[in-house]
């Protein structure tokens, strides 16, 4: 078994020179155990806003690679103090820069992806009981110009660190004991999973209730690297995401999500032929909006009436792109409501277990919650319902399969 | 003729976003007239500071590995915004760190030498039209470990690139217009010199006069690099520093200086033995307390007297040093003046002019000025008085070397 440990800590855990000594200390007890120890930090606190607010004083549309350059700088600062506070603690720590430890990516600057990792200068170190300090959310590319991964990058550094270690486990220190069958702040009775799959973390992840961004996770998918979602402020046993054949008993339902600020957009009477739908979700696409729920129903007259979720903020760049195309249609109108929320339902068991989906339609229903659209994966069901029954919806379907009593 | 040229701006001159627009439009209109420019840079203006007082809440020993991690991020916000402020006026350009240009040093952090430069990557830029931003004050060593050059490392960065890159020369830009004949501050009529030579400049700068660092100049003088030193403010000729050769005219006197911060230090009633002074001052060497006129005198009964002025700041343990020693000598006493001021003059003249010591000193009794002590180079005579008589005694030998005139 390896003796490597990546542990990854966010920037409200290095938030201040207190919290840094505090992560040290913690190190310092992985460290006494006899652990090889990479140690992966963001930038601490607001640093990253105020960097680019910085840059906002300069240019409103700044070249992305000195965007980098300069946002690269949060993390390098991170490194030096942590490596600062375990000296203090008469731990041997060395910090490294993206480019000093080769993590090799694209050069598609501010959203860079991982393409190699060169693991000689962390080996040598490690071996030399150096404590290996790296900045996440930055690599350099083949002409050594330095990149950044983008939103949730340390994550991605971190767990590709395990991967190309070979480490036992990658551990991610968050605010948070580790992930929920649901928001604790919304149902009190949601509980700690002790395990979860790669594919419904994804799910989770898409459904804003992760507390890991979806691209690390699919790395950690992709190269088998078991990512332990831990607490920086106890020492509590966190939540394991793993390979789905390492879990043992597959329950039903894993989580089940609320999603509040999202609206609907409905575009209706517009022609029943092909390409139509195609044609509405590229011109989307093209505008980068997300899209959630998509439901198509067929009106009188050979007309068709299309309805899909979206981000709040969304609306106002949608609804111009959709009267472009009713425009030159001739045909069509498009309509948004904003009051509703739409709750999910997430678990590998979905898989070889019939009826989940009938067993949340009558919870709704028993309730007199009017299920207004429903989309479902292999793994996922989610229902858009009246946002003011939000709560209650969840609360049900929480405790309709089960998730309301202990493990 | 090279169309090279290499431009420094230091820390204030790139102090906050609308200094380094100021900055970004100076490099335009020169990128216009056809050069190829590399343009070094400091951190802005007290980040340095606020990152030794951060580093400082973590350890009052930081490893000096760490702290060479934790300032080069200064210089890196500064290249990438000025990149950025270069793009806004549409000027090309790209930011570069001391590692992607391969300002390779030695491993010694915080103080590290330059030993090399590559310059493959910067001409390639060049040649494409590029704008090249560099750090200053930062390199890596062999290990790819970043370092730092110490005080005045910016400067040093500016004129090793000029070296490398065979620049037409290197300008420096600072708050003042150029190298004064002495401090306009204190002496009204003080002038500006056009030309100035390595020695001359070196000498000013261990007074603490020159708007230089030392090893920056030392590196020009090595490397034969022209350094014009210009102010920030306007476009006017600055200063040139150059070689002793290229000097048409050697004027006696170049320049004046005035040194109020310094104390007299007295041993008295010594042994009269070899090996005295020796000692006495490798004991001050060892903690590297810069000394600067001597003057020994033998006493009665085969005792001596040494004396020697250093800064105020570094009394206390020069005292406790010292009294060690005549402790362990059995004999001698050590007593401390800091009523006193240095006044001295500089010009690579004297070196072919005689009477200049014996003007100054003229000069100086004339008007009732007592000189306490006297210490003289090749190209500099020292004179200690009294501290109340130091402004006049700097107006007298500023005249009385006809510096107040036009050149």
């Not at 270690?165 to 580790?178: H, P, R």
């Amino acid at each position: 078994m390896s003796k490597i440990l990546v542990q990854k800590f966010g920037g409200t855990s290095v938030g201040d020179p207190e919290r840094i000594k505090r992560v040290a200390n913690r190190i310092k007890s992985y460290y006494e155990k006899g652990y090889q120890l990479v140690v992966v930090v963001s930038a601490m606190g607001h640093t990253t806003d105020e960097l680019v607010d910085l840059a906002g004083k300069i240019s409103q549309n700044p070249p992305k690679r000195e965007m980098d350059m300069l946002l690269s700088t949060g993390e390098q600062v991170s490194i030096a103090l942590l490596a600062m506070a375990l000296h203090e603690v008469q731990v041997p720590a060395k910090s490294f820069t993206g480019a000093q430890v080769n993590i090799l990516t694209d050069s598609n600057h501010s959203n860079a992806r991982i393409e190699a990792i060169d693991t000689k200068r962390l080996t040598a170190e490690l071996d030399n009981k150096q404590v290996c300090i790296v900045a996440g959310f930055q690599g350099i590319d083949e002409n050594q110009n330095i990149t950044t991964l983008g939103r949730g990058g340390s994550d991605t550094t971190a767990v590709a660190l395990a991967a190309a270690l070979k480490a036992k486990e990658c551990e991610i220190y968050t605010d948070v004991d580790g992930v929920y069958t649901t928001d604790p702040n919304k149902v009190e009775k949601a509980r700690k999973l002790n395990q979860i799959s790669y594919d419904e973390m994804l799910e989770l992840a898409s459904l804003g209730a992760g507390v890991l961004h979806s691209r690390s996770v699919e790395f950690a998918k992709k190269y088998g690297v078991v990512i332990h979602v831990k607490s920086s402020f106890n020492y509590n046993e966190g939540t394991k995401v793993v390979s789905e054949n390492e879990i043992m008993e597959k329950i039903t339902v894993t989580g089940v999500t609320l999603k509040s600020d999202d609206a609907r957009m409905t575009v209706a009477d517009i022609p029943d032929k092909p390409g139509i739908a195609a044609e509405i979700f590229l011109a989307l696409a093209e505008k980068k909006i997300n899209i959630d729920v998509i439901v198509q129903s067929t009106g009188r007259d050979k007309t068709n009436t299309i309805a899909f979720t979206l981000p709040v903020a969304a609306i106002p760049e949608a609804k111009s792109t959709l009267e472009a195309l009713t425009k030159k249609w001739g045909a069509g109108s498009v309509s948004t409501d904003d009051s509703i929320a739409i709750v999910s339902a997430v678990g590998v068991g979905m898989k070889s277990h019939t009826g989940v989906a009938a067993s949340m339609f009558k919870a709704l229903a028993d309730n007199n919650i009017n299920i207004e659209m429903i989309s479902t994966s292999e793994i996922k069901i989610s229902c858009v319902i009246a946002k003011d029954r939000g709560k209650d919806a969840l609360r049900l379907v929480h405790s309709v399969f089960g998730l309301d009593k202990p493990a």
